[in-house]
Nanobody, 126 residues
Framework: QVQLVESGGGLVQAGGSLRLSCAAS????????MGWFRQAPEKEREIVAA????????YYVDSVKGRFTVSRDNGKNMVYLQMNSLKPEDAAVYYC???????????????????WGQGTQVTVSS
């Protein structure tokens, strides 16, 4: 399995920006569809964004469309989530996840992911 480590979380004021990074090791990232999930206290984990193995196809949950951008650099084994215009409701622990795939479809179902990072906290003050 691929190992994932997130970074870039922190405290930001509403309207601000953060860039999360996910560093992968152990396997070539090009074998995996990638996703960013988040989980706020007492809420279920939800998918935020996903990207196909080749970066061509992306998915965003409605609440972040136009504000968040997912990208990847397979050569560097890195995945990113650029978060702009952050809102207090974006506060959560953000997780990077990987799922093996042989197609260019994005993986939306959480059950398709079998490798997870430890998470990085994002706090947004109002």
């Amino acid at each position: 399995q691929v190992q994932l480590v997130e970074s870039g979380g922190g405290l930001v004021q509403a309207g601000g920006s953060l860039r999360l990074s996910c560093a992968a090791s152990g396997r070539a990232l090009s074998l995996y569809g990638m996703g960013w999930f988040r989980q706020a206290p007492e809420k279920e984990r939800e998918i935020v964004a996903a990207i196909s193995w080749n970066g061509v196809n992306t998915y965003y949950v409605d609440s972040v469309k136009g504000r968040f951008t997912v990208s990847r650099d397979n050569g560097k084994n890195m995945v990113y989530l650029q978060m702009n215009s952050l809102k207090p409701e974006d506060a959560a622990v953000y997780y990077c996840a990987a799922g093996r795939t042989t197609t260019t479809a994005v993986l939306v179902d959480v059950d398709r992911y079998n490798s997870w990072g430890q998470g990085t906290q994002v706090t947004v003050s109002s």
